[in-house]
Each structure stands twice: as C-alpha cells, then as structure tokens.
C-alpha cells in the first residue's frame, strides 16, 4: 500500500499551465504504476493519464493529448502532470491513483477499477 497526496492544482486562466504533484509514501512506490483521473461536477470520473512504473510508457485521453504529459521521478517518489493550454473543459478536481505492477516495468492501465490507492484530489479551475 501505498499513500498518495496532489498538489499544485488552483485557478487558472484559459491557456495556461499547471504543473500537478502526487507524492506517494513508501519504499516500493517505483513498482506501481500510476494513473491520473479527474472529475467534475455532476460527472463520472474519468482517465486522464498514465505511467508505468519504470517511467518508459505512457497513455494520455484523446482530449489531452499533445497538452499533458504525465513524469515520475522515483527518487522523489513522485508523479507530475504538466498541463498546458488548459481549456474551462479541463476544470475538475484531479486524482491521483496508483496500483502494484511487480510483474510488469511497462504495464499501463486506464480503468479506475484497476487501481486500489487513491489520493485526496486537487482542485484545478480554468476561467474562460
């Protein structure tokens, strides 16, 4: 297991940028992977991104792609989501997940389902 805390989300104006941090606990953080999912109000959550635990392989929604890119750095035990050209569709509270991949370095997931740590989420907001 795995505690998992975001960062860096505020407000924004329409083609800005946010860089998000989710700072996880423990030794063992480089064998899980992450996912990044958001939700805003009245609607489902849904995948943003992901990483694999080695960092090599990523996957990105198609409504972000080209403006996010998700990092780890498994020194700092942590994962970032660089945002770029924020759109007022991108306004949501962020979450970050995190799931065992001890079999796989590159495996990556999009299903929430998949994944059994969550964080506490952070509030991004762009203004038109």
């Known amino acids: 297991q795995v505690q998992l805390v975001e960062s860096g989300g505020g407000l924004v104006q329409t083609g800005g940028s946010l860089r998000l941090s989710c700072a996880a606990s423990?030794?063992?953080?480089?064998?899980?992977?992450v996912g990044w999912f958001r939700q805003a109000p009245g609607e489902e959550r849904e995948f943003v991104a992901t990483?694999?635990?080695?960092?090599?392989?990523?996957n990105y929604a198609v409504f972000v792609e080209g403006r996010f890119t998700i990092s780890r750095d498994n020194i700092k035990n942590t994962v970032y989501l660089q945002m770029n050209s924020l759109k007022p569709e991108d306004t949501a509270s962020y979450f970050c997940a995190a799931r065992e991949s001890f079999l796989s370095q590159s495996s990556l997931w999009r299903s929430e389902s998949e994944y059994s740590n969550w964080g506490q989420g952070t509030q991004v907001t762009v203004s038109s």
């Open positions: 423990g030794r063992t953080f480089s064998m899980y992977a």
């Open positions: 990483i694999s635990r080695s960092g090599v392989n990523t």
